[in-house]
């Protein structure tokens, strides 16, 4: 669903966000936002001037008119941000169609529906069913259709045990059977949030957007009493005011824009966001991941491609390269790990040797475990093992064999070069070392300076020892690197870079990266994993793709800087709209002030409508900005800042004299106003 | 300007910039110095004595709940004192003249313009007040007044640099050193240099002189030197004689004049420095001092360049010299000398005149008001300027922070909705007290009957006062009759709401900001040195100083100068 997001302005959409705009006046929903609803207020009470208005009837009628388009217009981005996400809950929504589910009770299985299922229930799903909740598979493997969240076709397994043992409400088993026990409460489940989180319905605002809010109000109770003070000041001058009038000027002044835009701008971030298969918890996570110092990576799968593979055999002094070849094949036909498997085909493409059957050979496999970190196989007498060096010297040294020194060296020489070196030994004889390698994704180095020139410094974590990681490091171009990574190191290292100040971000999808990714200030849980993992981290990323958190940390920048642009450029805009609005007022009573009107608006009437026609205008041109973001580049700060101003700043005060005097000479023209 | 005009603001602004950086230093060693200095043994016992007045121990550090609550103590039983000593000045010694003590909304308003560091004067000092009440009760305050400003913005200074947890200082501990290490010695160096200008010092009764006329003049005498020192220096601005620094008594020489004119931001300049040290960013703190400077300068430049153009109706008339505009000068200072005050004690806070205000041209006479309406940060009064241009620094960190898609921070202190609150408020509660009180004085009877002037001259005056009032600013436009008491009253609360309704936000921003765990700086951060910044905080100040009174301006002095130049005069 999240993929196939609605195109960003189509007409359905566009149509909804129009009827939105109306729903929205409701003063209560206008509360939220101080600056609107001061806006809305004005309206109302130029429309109600519009009784004693006397000959200046028309123009006050077109002041009001103006004035109801702007509180609508921004009604109306808030609308049309919200319709975009809404459409793709529509999708989600039928997944979540009330299912059956078949839970297992003192009684055997009965069937119950699964809005009934509470935390702890125990519920089977065989091929063909519904998961009805989320939770953990305590019990069988099958192929999962998830298509329903990610929008990948392609069905995945999940199992009980290990780090694949979530279960969504919503998907689909294909083929064999799970035993889930629920941990979601009713409507608390992925899906609620996704749904929940796409519409916007639940949207709390961010604490940056409380800040801005609090700033934009502030300014407008300014205004306000700018304008109040206005009347008796004017009074003083004897001048009388009207009141359509100080209404158009503060309104003018007031930040509108940024006002009016400000909710789009972050729904659209969660939306932008969801277009590229993430899924945030909460938009405080998105506005933090614009904030992040320090990248933590996993080496595999974000660095580098996936697995290690076997590249080379380095035999010991008076062994052939064949028969460390033949050896280390023999040892690992049995590993399905890919390490192993890459083995058996380096051996077969260099000497042509064939995985053989050894079923009937009397063999014992004998298993990698997390203790002894060696696999094998005792077969015919023969113990054959690879593993880490250091266990493979503690195994030969306990049959009272020696690790030769020139062995050693080998070792240190792949570990230099980034390879991860596994030595093969025959009882209490060591053969060599075969050579694993890393190989670096294409185009990650690019990523990582982009990254530096952010400001945003990466550490890449590897349970590899510090001599391999150090060369992968290198290679991938890395800031930092934590070699022989425990999952309590990584939490370590998370929580002394939060005490000197930093934020930090890293992805994780088992169930040991759980206690990091809670810790994290953003924790970005692959969709693939456990469900510790994706109830501890605040986003899950649908793709399972761990380089997306480089993209995710540019949406949470963007989104800042787009909401900083805006209130820059609508504090920028009230200069030329006082040029306007200002003489207009009090040309009537000092004629000499004619010099001030700077873009020599052709009447004071046509000056004050001009740019509250701007105003509201100004809005409606900025909706699609709001919506996409402005356009974002890795660069350090300073540089953005530069870029920003000169746009935002400056033309921000630019733009309302042009488009001021702009509209001027069409509303002169073609508005009868008297 | 004439070419010895620019030669003179070249070289004030380089001796200004000359003394910064030792000031600034002086300000760390006196507020951050620990133990070892050799003023330590001369400060011990008054150490002890404060421990024993405030019962409590001057060296623990205070949160800014305490520091707080201690100014307002202090403040208050400032208030207490100077009000009874005005009050019964009557039956006090030292006054030689036998005045009666002034009216209690008199009293009540001298008394909180010079707790607020304003020293706005409905008075007339030599004519009205004994050598006393000059002395003690106000004087006290000069000196005090200006150390709670300075004590403020270490408070906050401390607050934004220091460590998570910390604490802000000790109040009472930073008073004492602030008025003994550097107020004291400076105004004592400072009134010696002037009364070796000819700045009278005495406690004579007035002077009696037969006038050429033949008519009889009464010259006031007292301790001018002395009091002249600290109300420059800690910008009070309240002169011993009511023409203030125009009289040749309290301001008799160029020497002296350009003195008084570098004493006025000296301290709100070093204070730029000790932000620097204390940020351990000096460039920093250069980068702030160049906005207040590039604002100052421009003031000056518009200022003196309109008084040089002068009034064209008495050009037209043949009354007036071809220099300009000399109506309300000291021929001894000229127009530029005149202009070049005017601009830096409304710049500085400091209320300290050496010509009329009210006889500028109209934007001569925008130019100070102006400044005085930007909030009193162009290097602005003893503390109090760099305190409010900080909160500034906040508001452009937080508007411009966030277009490098960062949440906002400064010097990697996280601004967040809790400071943008209070920085808020301490921006626009001045703002908001000057336009309701002088939208409020523009249509109320007892307002109508202050202005000398009609039209928007008059207009002019009574924004002016506000704006004095509340930007504790204290210089008067003068040809406003302000002591009546609905005047009195408002220009007092106007006083308090610029001094702690100020103060109050701001320690809460330095209690907030001290609380979090500063974020190192990277490549990432948003810079605060350097040429961008300073132009980021320029536009700011400039922007939301002109925004909010861009209208009322207009109906006062920018009406008035086109007016002019149509042959109008107020």
């Not at chain 1, 009272?400 to 004889?429: I, K, M, Q, W, Y």
């Not at chain 1, 981290?537 to 995710?552: A, R």
């Not at chain 2, 004087?139 to 604490?167: D, K």
């Not at chain 2, 127009?335 to 830096?344: D, G, K, Q, R, V």
Request: glycine content about 10%; charged content about 15%.
């Amino acid at each position: 669903m999240a993929a196939k997001s609605p195109p960003p302005f189509d007409l359905p959409i566009l149509t909804r966000a129009a009827a939105g705009a109306f729903r929205k006046l409701d003063p209560r929903l206008m509360g939220n936002n101080p600056v609107m609803f001061v806006t809305l207020a004005g309206a109302v009470l130029t429309t109600l001037s519009l009784g004693t208005a006397g000959s200046d009837r028309l123009f006050v009628l077109h002041l009001a008119v103006w004035l109801w388009f702007t509180v609508l217009f921004a009604n109306f981005a808030e609308a049309l941000a919200e319709g975009r996400g809404k459409a793709g809950a529509e999708t989600l929504r039928k997944a979540r169609e009330d299912t059956m589910a078949r839970r297992r009770g003192s009684h055997g299985i009965e069937p119950v529906p699964a809005s009934s299922l509470e935390p702890g229930d125990v519920v089977v799903c065989e091929a063909g069913d519904v998961v009805p909740a989320d939770g953990e598979i305590i019990e069988g493997i099958a192929s999962v259709d998830e298509s329903a969240i990610t929008g990948e076709s392609a069905p995945v397994i999940r199992e009980s045990g290990g780090d694949r043992s979530a279960a969504t409400g919503g998907t689909r088993v294909l083929s064999d059977r799970l035993v889930i026990r629920v941990t979601s409460e009713k409507g608390g489940t992925f899906l609620d949030r996704m749904i929940a989180m796409v519409e916007g319905a639940r949207r709390q605002k961010t604490p940056n957007e409380i800040a801005l809010t609090i700033l934009l109000s502030a300014m407008t109770a300014l205004f306000l009493l700018v304008c109040a003070t206005l009347k008796p000041l004017g009074t003083f001058s004897r001048l009388d005011f009207p009141l359509p009038t100080l209404v158009a000027l503060m309104v003018c002044l007031i930040p509108t824009t940024i006002g009016g835009l400000l909710s789009a701008i972050g729904i659209s971030g969660i939306d932008r966001l969801l277009r590229r298969n993430v899924i945030a918890t909460s938009g405080r996570a998105i506005e933090a991941a614009g904030d992040i110092d320090v990248l933590l990576l996993d080496k595999t799968g974000t660095i580098t491609i996936g697995n290690r593979m076997a590249s080379d055999f380095r035999p010991a002094r008076g062994v052939s390269e064949l028969q460390l070849a033949d050896t280390a094949q023999l040892a690992s036909l049995a590993d399905e790990t890919p390490e192993g498997r890459s083995i058996v085909v380096l051996a077969k493409q260099r000497f042509n040797l064939r995985g053989r059957d050894l079923t009937q050979a009397r063999a014992t496999f004998i298993p990698f475990s997390a203790r002894t970190r060696m696999s094998g196989v005792d077969l015919e007498g023969r113990c054959l093992r690879k593993g880490a060096a250091d266990s493979i010297k503690a195994h030969i040294e306990s049959r009272s064999g020696r690790f030769p020194a020139e062995v050693l060296r080998l070792v240190e020489t792949a570990c230099r070069n980034g390879r991860t070196p596994l030595v093969v030994a025959e009882d209490h004889r060591v053969l060599g070392v075969v050579e694993l390698k890393d190989v670096v994704k294409g185009g990650i180095r690019e990523r990582f300076a982009q990254l530096r020139k952010m400001g945003i410094k990466t550490v890449m974590i590897t349970g590899d020892n510090p001599l391999t990681a150090a060369a992968i490091a290198a290679e991938a171009g890395v800031d930092d690197f934590m070699a022989g990574a425990t999952p309590e190191d990584k939490l370590r290292r998370i929580r002394s870079e939060q005490a000197e100040g930093r934020l930090v971000a890293m992805t994780g999808d088992g169930t040991n990266d759980a206690p990091a990714l809670a810790q994290a200030d953003v924790g970005v849980a692959m969709n693939t994993g456990s469900q510790a993992a994706r109830e501890a981290g605040n986003m899950v990323d649908l793709d399972s793709n761990p380089t997306k958190l480089i993209e995710i940390v540019g949406i949470g920048k963007q989104i800042l800087m787009t909401r900083g642009a805006l209130t820059t450029f609508s504090l920028a805009n009230d200069a030329a709209k006082y040029f306007a609005i200002l003489p207009a007022m009090l040309v009537s009573r000092f004629p000499c002030i004619e010099p001030l009107n700077l873009m020599r608006l052709s009447s004071p009437q046509s000056a004050i409508l001009s740019a509250v026609i701007f105003n509201a205008l100004i809005l409606v041109a900025l909706i699609p900005l709001a919506l996409k973001g402005v356009p974002y580049r890795p660069m350090g700060a300073a540089a953005v800042l530069r870029r920003h101003l000169l746009t935002y700043g400056l033309g921000g005060l630019a733009a309302p004299f042009a488009g001021i005097k702009l509209l001027d000479l069409l509303v002169a023209r073609l508005l009868p106003l008297s | 300007m004439e070419p010895s005009d620019w030669l003179t603001l070249i070289l004030y602004l380089a001796a200004l910039a000359l003394l910064t950086k030792p000031l600034g230093i002086l300000m760390v060693a006196v507020l951050e110095g620990g133990g070892g200095r050799p003023w330590d043994r001369i400060l011990k016992p008054l150490e002890i004595l404060t421990g024993r007045l405030t019962g409590t121990d001057p060296r623990a550090g205070q949160t800014w709940l305490g520091y707080t609550k201690s100014i307002l103590a202090f403040s208050f039983c400032g208030f207490l004192l100077t009000f009874f000593l005005l009050g019964f000045q009557g039956l006090l010694p030292l006054n030689p003249s036998h005045f009666p003590g002034p009216g209690p909304d008199l009293a009540f308003n001298t008394t909180v313009s010079y707790l607020t560091n304003t020293d706005w004067q409905s008075y007339g000092g030599e004519s009205s007040l004994s050598h006393l009440s000059q002395m003690v009760a106000l004087t006290y305050h000069n000196f005090t007044s200006a150390a709670v400003g300075m004590a403020v913005a270490a408070a906050l200074v401390r607050g934004i640099t220091r460590g998570p947890g910390a604490t802000v200082g000790n109040f009472w501990n930073d008073l004492v050193r602030v008025t003994c290490l550097i107020l004291l010695p400076a105004s004592l160096v400072l009134s010696v240099l002037l009364a070796s200008q000819g700045v009278i010092q005495n406690f004579d009764p007035p002077t009696r002189a037969a006038t050429l006329e033949g008519r009889e003049q009464i010259m006031a005498q007292g301790p001018v030197a002395s009091q002249a020192a600290i109300k420059i220096l800690g910008t009070n601005g309240g002169g011993f004689m009511r023409a203030n620094a125009a009289h040749p008594f309290e301001n008799p020489t160029a020497l002296g004049n350009f003195l008084q004119m570098l004493a006025i931001p000296a301290l709100g300049s070093g204070l730029t420095h000790y932000l620097g040290r204390m940020s351990g960013n000096q460039a920093h703190g250069w980068a702030v001092w160049t906005a207040m400077i590039c604002l100052l300068v421009s003031a000056v430049v518009i200022c003196a360049s309109s008084e040089a153009a002068g009034n064209p109706i008495h050009h037209q008339l043949g009354i007036a010299r071809a220099e300009g505009n000399m109506e309300g000068k000291e021929v001894r200072f000229g127009i530029f000398h005149s202009a070049l005050f005017a601009s830096l004690t409304a710049a500085a806070s400091c209320g300290a005149v050496n010509c009329l205000h009210d006889s500028f041209t109209p934007v001569g006479g925008l130019v100070p008001l102006f400044l005085i309406d930007l909030g009193e940060v162009v290097i602005g009064g003893a503390g109090a300027g760099l305190y409010g241009m900080l909160v500034f620094v906040i508001l452009t960190v937080f508007i411009a922070g966030l277009m490098v898609g960062r949440t906002p921070e400064y010097l990697g202190k996280k601004i967040g909705a809790a400071e943008i609150r209070l920085a808020v408020i301490a921006l626009l509660t001045p703002t908001g007290t000057i336009l309701v009180f002088t939208a409020l004085a523009s249509v109320s009877r007892w307002g109508l009957e202050g202005p000398g002037n009609p039209g928007p001259h008059g207009l002019t005056e009574i924004l002016y006062a506000y704006s004095s009032a509340t930007g504790n600013n204290g210089s008067a436009f003068a040809g406003l009759a302000t002591d009546t008491p609905p005047y009195n009253l408002t220009l007092a609360l106007a006083m308090l709401t610029g001094r702690f309704l100020v103060i109050l936000p701001v320690m809460a921003i330095a209690g907030s900001l001290a609380a979090k765990q500063p974020a190192p700086p990277g490549a990432g951060t948003f810079p605060v040195d350097g040429p961008t910044f300073t132009v980021l905080l320029l536009a700011t100040v400039l922007l939301v100083g002109a925004l909010n009174f861009f209208p009322v301006l207009t109906l006062g002095p920018i009406v008035e100068h086109f007016l002019m130049h149509q042959g109008h005069l107020f």
